[in-house]
């Protein structure tokens, strides 16, 4: 696989040398020898600074896991993980990315600003400081005139981008997501979608996004990986070239189809069987 | 009957819910004296036996056994003995002195209980080794207890009145550790992973994530400790033969088969435990409702 060959047109990410996750051979094993599970058999994949990764496959694709690997949330039990050029582990302790989850996982006893003001607070961020970027990041997501509420008082897709704006607001180099946008209905997903591209384009960040949504992982990403399961790998990385900004003409476009095709019958292959490398 | 049930809704919804609370105190009290009563006249008229059979009623209703509940109330300000102070100055002051040794247990139980659990949640294997001791102290009965503390605080010159506030911190801890436990464990899988994703120390996840989620479940087990620091304080008074708390009143007044005494030093004691639990209340909406979810 070629590092960096659909990096947007913006000119960044263009060598393995700016690649912000490089995986070579990852597997990952749960439980003991009596009752063990293969999640994932040798995952290599390179992602770029700048780009934006879908990883799309049914359940037990071992999505969710690789995102996890990353994050260091879990250890490999096979091969080899680079994120910003280091062990994923010292990634974790510098900071290096922000996390998404399905769930806002919001405080209910912190308001909107203390929530986006928590990882600031836990790196030892000074107070006027972290006023500022909770500002900002509330502007970002447009969500300034909750910054006093708590998170109960919001919609689950205010909620969620609340979230973002926590996982943004110490500049981490790499965004990871989690089916974000899975337990909001699908008017809030178009244009919670819509909002991350944007935030995405303002803050050049690297995202990498779990999602079982064929159409979203095409709206939203540079690349698509495509995993099939038992075990969980990788059996297709398909390119997806829509020009940026992406907005509703793209969803109507003739490419954006053609591709949401492409993806779905990767995904076909992948479960019957074929397809396998 | 729904016009009438309509109206009362309209009725009650016009007072504030402090007020409608107290309402509902007086009403079960008001119950509560018109069963009392109504149970001493009916009895009395069947001639304290349940009709037809030769069973005798108990309680039996007559006034020495079960004293009319104004009585119990009069006797509060009628002295405890010829020209002795009133009934309820005594009772009043006996009170205050169990309830200092029953907060300053309450306290101590409350931090040991507090500081066990959260050992516990830190390491299973302290969870594992302890749990079991914890527990099986706690089936121990505290009348059992309670005399060794008084017995061996003596020895240690430790005064009379902590030993007996050690045992009331016996009876607090145990809630306070199981629901520390419970609480600390409360956050969501994900909400871990995101202090670990932040690369968060463990005490900044403890008093950042696990102890802010946990204040609710604690509260609660406060409730629970407040009323068993009062129970613990009274017991542990007998052995240590105090003249001053509740435990000495409800004694003497028991030997003295005075059953008004008996109800009014009983009430005393409820009232104590209420108004423990009142202030720990106070300090839940204060800490948690404000900050945790309400509607």
Redesign the interface.
């Known amino acids: 696989m070629v590092a960096g060959t659909n990096s947007r047109e913006r000119g960044r990410g263009d060598g393995v040398s700016d690649a912000v996750v490089v995986a070579r051979g990852v597997g990952k094993v749960f439980g003991t020898d009596t009752d063990r599970v293969e999640a994932l058999r040798g995952i290599d994949l390179q992602i770029a600074r700048g780009e934006f990764i879908s990883l799309i496959g049914p359940s037990g694709c071992g999505k969710s896991t690789l995102l996890r690997l990353i994050g260091d949330l879990l250890q490999p039990s096979a091969g080899e993980l680079v994120v910003n050029g280091k062990p994923p582990r010292q990634a974790r302790l510098d900071r290096d990315y922000g996390i998404v989850f399905q769930q806002p996982t919001l405080l209910d006893w912190r308001t909107v600003r203390a929530n986006v003001e928590l990882p600031l607070e836990i790196m030892g961020v000074a107070r006027e400081e972290r006023a500022a970027r909770a500002e900002e990041m509330l502007a970002l997501v447009q969500l300034a005139e909750f910054a006093d509420h708590h998170p109960w008082q919001l919609s689950g897709g205010m909620q969620q981008r609340v979230a973002i704006a926590r996982a943004l607001g110490f500049r981490p180099a790499l965004l990871l997501m989690d089916e974000p946008f899975g337990a909001l209905d699908e008017m809030t997903r178009e244009l919670m979608q819509q909002e991350l591209l944007r935030i995405w384009t303002e803050t050049e960040t690297t995202v990498v996004f779990v999602t079982h949504s064929i159409p979203e992982a095409v709206f939203l990403s540079t690349r698509v990986v495509v995993m099939s399961p038992r075990p969980g790998r990788i059996s297709a990385v398909i390119d997806v070239p829509l020009a940026h900004p992406r907005d509703v003409e793209t969803r109507e476009s003739d490419d954006y189809y053609r591709l949401i095709t492409e993806v779905r019958e990767a995904l076909r292959r992948g479960e019957t069987g074929e397809g396998r490398r | 009957m729904t016009d009438a049930s309509a109206d009362v809704v309209a009725t009650t919804s016009r007072w504030s819910p402090r007020v409608r609370r107290i309402m509902g105190f007086l009403g079960v009290l008001v119950v509560v004296v018109v069963i009392w009563e109504l149970y001493k006249v009916v009895g009395k008229a069947l001639g304290g036996v349940v009709p037809g059979t030769e069973l005798r009623l108990r309680p039996p209703p007559d006034d020495r056994i079960m004293p009319h509940t104004w009585d119990v109330v009069l006797q509060l300000f009628r002295p405890v003995r010829r020209n002795g102070e009133l009934t309820v100055l005594l009772l009043g002051k006996a009170a205050l002195f169990t309830l200092r040794e029953a907060f300053v247990g309450f306290v101590v139980g409350g931090l040991v209980g507090f500081g066990l659990g959260v050992a516990f949640v830190r390491s299973t294997l302290a969870e594992r080794a302890f749990m079991p001791y914890v527990v099986a102290s706690q089936t121990v009965p505290i009348i059992a207890i309670a005399p060794m503390v008084v017995v061996w605080g003596g020895k240690l010159d430790i005064p009379q009145w902590l030993s007996v506030a050690i045992i009331a911190a016996y009876l607090t801890f145990f809630p306070v550790t199981i629901n520390t436990v419970r609480g600390l464990r409360s956050p969501?899988p994900?909400?871990m992973?995101?202090?670990?994703?932040?690369?968060?120390s463990p005490s900044?996840v403890l008093w950042?994530?696990q102890v802010?989620?946990a204040?609710p479940y604690i509260f609660t087990a406060l409730k629970v400790s407040a009323t068993a620091s009062v129970i613990g304080a009274i017991v542990g008074e007998l052995p240590a033969g105090f003249r001053d708390g509740l435990a000495r009143a409800l004694l003497e007044f028991s030997q003295q088969f005075n059953a008004e005494k008996l109800l009014a030093a009983i009430l005393m004691s409820a009232i104590a435990g209420i108004l423990f639990v009142g202030i720990v209340t106070w300090f839940e909406h204060r800490l948690v409702a404000a900050?945790?979810?309400q509607e």
Do not use: C, I, V
């Open positions: 969501a994900t909400a992973e995101m202090m670990r994703s932040y690369a968060a900044q950042k994530l802010p989620a204040l900050a945790h979810r």
